[in-house]
């Protein structure tokens, strides 16, 4: 019996290292046969780099506004709160 489950043990290893070696190959073909595309489409990727990068700028820039805007916004808010919650607080200071 044990050596059955050694010899299943050696036969899933093989079969591992089968596939491995099989997934290698087929990755490696891959790039082999798409390094010609890859390099077809370069320049468009140089032309489209600043196009990309403007709208990343664009995108940052309305969310750093957005985010100042709800700042503005929560300051005077956090402040009318704690104007409101400080005699309640006083009194539980001075009820404890």
């Given at each position: 019996?044990?050596?059955?489950?050694?010899?299943?043990?050696?036969?899933?290893?093989?079969?591992f290292v089968i596939l491995a070696t099989?997934?290698?190959?087929?990755?490696?073909?891959?790039?082999?046969v798409l390094l010609p595309l890859k390099?077809?489409?370069?320049?468009?990727?140089?032309?489209?780099?600043?196009?990309?990068?403007?709208?990343?700028?664009?995108?940052?820039?309305?969310?750093?506004?957005?985010?100042?805007?709800?700042?503005?916004?929560?300051?005077?808010?956090?402040?009318?709160?704690?104007?409101?919650?400080?005699?309640f607080l006083l009194l539980a200071a001075?009820?404890?």
């Amino acid at each position: 019996m044990f050596s059955l489950l050694m010899a299943l043990l050696l036969f899933a290893i093989v079969g591992f290292v089968i596939l491995a070696t099989l997934v290698l190959v087929i990755k490696v073909a891959l790039n082999v046969v798409l390094l010609p595309l890859k390099l077809l489409l370069l320049p468009l990727k140089l032309l489209v780099l600043p196009i990309v990068a403007l709208a990343v700028f664009v995108k940052l820039v309305v969310l750093f506004s957005v985010g100042v805007v709800l700042l503005a916004v929560l300051i005077p808010i956090l402040i009318v709160v704690a104007v409101l919650a400080a005699p309640f607080l006083l009194l539980a200071a001075v009820a404890s």
